[in-house]
């Protein structure tokens, strides 16, 4: 046994002192570079603090005492506060108004004290901004009835119904109801406003949110008035989101939408009473998507939040209210994985995400301590500040995300250590990829020929190939696990890395020459310099060894590179490599790596929206 490795310490020795010296140097710098750019920028450390159920509540509820502290006397809160300069806005926002009421009714649920008395005092002015015509009720401003308003009112007075039972609102839901019903079209869309003045909806326009708003709020409805007008317009505007909002509305890339999320949880939770299956296989596919789209924003945040992620992920950090739509929906769609086995793939990737993003939001959230350091304290305590200026909606967001991560965290418990990832990419697209990535038609031209017989070239092929594959299978087995585990970086961000990374080789073997076979090390040794290194163990490889180990295990990196060294010492010993042989291994190499260009595009795709 020591002998052989002796003998190839030897061979790597004399490469040094030969001319290879300079190739395995060059190979060495690119192996390192690469593991620079891929650990240092394409998938740095990520930071996920793991918080108890107890301090996310206590997060929500310095959240809801700072809503307590900063509400005016006719039911209205804070709007916009600049802590630097202890300046408040005059403007107001009807929308979040409501959004805020909806917050602080799930509050008083989950029985955070002061939530329901502060949520009441809101509902004064709420329902002085109601207008009724025509058979039905909407929340009006300044001349227009926004949806978004009406649906949060529905979302917090139905909140309101289910915790007190106290009925005497109920007319009022259902004509709030009906003039969502009146919004909606034929397709499922649902028209963003309606102007009194003009008696008629608003033609043409619609919102990011308030369709998502508006389905939230007719499940709402089916679940407290089951006999009323509401299943119909509500799985048609969930249909429409799920099918045909993104194209018909132009949102590309497509809409990260939590308040779907919310409707798609109730959803479920209507038809499990009812006994049908939970979701459409639209809204199936809709959900997994959605999950992928806040799972990738978690994944950049926690990123950002690494030792040095603001150096490769840039200063913006997102406001109080952006933790708080990424956690609702995260919390969302995990309700759905809890209840729907065909999500439950995605069940703990959601709770590992969901507790992510909100310990992230309970770190940023100004303490007493902090708050000190302003002239108003009473105003900075308990709120998210971005660029020193908090807004209700930071503080409305984040609170509905912390209080329905803890049911998460009670129920799963904190996860410990490096994310498990959703459902990994084929075992198929990862055989391409690899096998694509030794490229044993671009290597048969590369191995040393020169005055050697064909024995001597087709070991060298073999040897170098077995070599090569061997030493990015230990570097993938030492790398998937203690590394990514000791540098914080989750399966999905190394995935995209080793797509970047290998796109990046089959880009290179497309456009340059064929790599040279000299210099190279005699006879047998060549094995070494230049087959297994650096032409086998690449860069390509090696990655893509690392991110498929983590994803599928020892015996896929094990196996596609085997047949592709199989295949590279078959055209080794039976392919001339001048002449017209010689010119179809190049043509195969360039359509290998082609495909290798192809299979890291899936694989960067897989990873950016795997949740």
Not at 221 to 235: K, M, Q, V, Y
Request: net charge negative; proline share 6%.
């Amino acid at each position: 046994m020591a002998s052989p490795i002796l003998r190839t310490v030897w061979a790597v020795l004399e490469a040094w002192r030969r001319g290879a010296r300079r190739r395995l140097a060059v190979a060495s710098f690119v192996v390192g570079a690469v593991a620079v750019g891929v650990f240092g920028v394409l998938a740095p450390p990520e930071s996920c603090p793991t918080p108890t159920a107890a301090e996310l509540r206590q997060s929500a509820t310095e959240a809801v005492d700072w809503f307590v502290r900063n509400q005016q006397d006719d039911g209205r809160w804070l709007y916009l506060y600049d802590a630097d300069s202890a300046t408040m806005s005059p403007d107001y926002n009807v929308v979040r108004h409501m959004g805020v009421q909806m917050s602080l009714y799930q509050a008083a649920a989950a029985g955070i004290p002061g939530a329901m008395e502060t949520a009441e005092r809101g509902l004064v002015w709420s329902t002085i901004q109601i207008v009724e015509r025509d058979g039905w009720a909407a929340v009006v401003d300044r001349g227009l009835a926004p949806v978004g308003a009406t649906a949060l009112f529905v979302a917090g007075l139905a909140e309101r119904r289910i915790l007190s039972g106290d009925d005497q609102y109920d007319d009022l839901l259902k004509g709030l109801g009906r003039f969502l019903v009146y919004q909606t079209e034929a397709s499922g869309a649902v028209l963003a406003y309606y102007d009194t003045a003009a008696g008629e909806p608003t033609p043409g326009e619609y919102s990011r949110y308030y369709t998502g708003e508006a389905y939230w709020a007719l499940t709402r409805l089916r679940l407290l008035f089951p006999d009323g007008p509401w299943a119909e317009p509500a799985e048609r505007v969930g249909t429409y989101i799920s099918t045909r909002r993104d194209s018909v509305e132009g949102y590309w890339p497509p809409l990260p939408d939590h308040w779907a999320a919310y409707g798609l949880a109730e959803t479920v939770a209507i038809e499990e009473r009812a006994g049908d299956q939970p979701l459409t296989e639209d809204e199936l596919a809709y959900a997994r998507r959605q999950a992928g789209l806040f799972g990738a924003q978690v994944r950049w945040v926690s990123q950002q939040a690494g030792p040095w992620g603001v150096t490769v992920r840039g200063t913006h950090v997102p406001r109080g209210g952006g933790y708080g739509v990424i956690g609702e929906a995260l919390t969302g769609l995990w309700l759905v994985a809890d209840s729907d086995s065909r999500l439950a793939d995605v069940r703990v990737p959601l709770s590992e995400r969901a507790t992510c993003i909100a310990g992230l939001a309970v770190d940023a959230q100004s303490d007493e301590a902090e708050a000190d350091g302003y002239r108003e304290p009473a105003r900075v305590q308990g709120a998210w500040l971005i660029d020193g200026e908090t807004r209700m909606d930071d503080q409305q967001h984040a609170l509905s995300a912390l209080l329905r991560t803890i049911p998460i965290v009670e129920a799963d418990g904190n996860p410990d250590g490096r994310s498990q990832p959703s459902a990994p990419p084929s075992v198929w697209l990862w055989m391409v990829a690899l096998f694509a990535a030794v490229n044993p038609f671009r290597l048969a031209l590369a191995v040393p020929r020169g005055d050697r017989s064909a024995g001597v070239v087709t070991g060298a092929a073999a040897l170098g190939g077995i070599l090569g594959a061997a030493i990015a299978l230990v570097v993938a087995f030492v790398g998937s696990g203690p590394l990514l585990d000791a540098l914080d970086v989750s399966d999905a961000s190394m995935r995209i890395a080793a797509g970047v990374v290998a796109a990046v080789v089959g880009i290179v073997a497309l456009v340059v020459r064929q790599p040279s076979p000299t210099p190279a090390l005699p006879g047998l040794r060549a094995a070494v310099v230049p087959v297994a290194v650096p032409m086998v163990a690449n860069a390509g490889l090696i990655t893509l060894a690392i991110s498929a180990y983590a994803d599928r295990g020892a015996l896929l990196v094990g196996v596609a590179p085997a047949i592709a060294v199989g295949a590279l010492t078959l055209l080794v010993a039976f392919v001339q490599a001048d002449g017209v042989a010689g010119r179809v291994l190049g043509w195969a190499g360039r359509m290998t790596a082609a495909v290798l260009v192809l299979a890291a595009a899936q694989l960067v795709l897989d990873g950016v929206f795997a949740v």
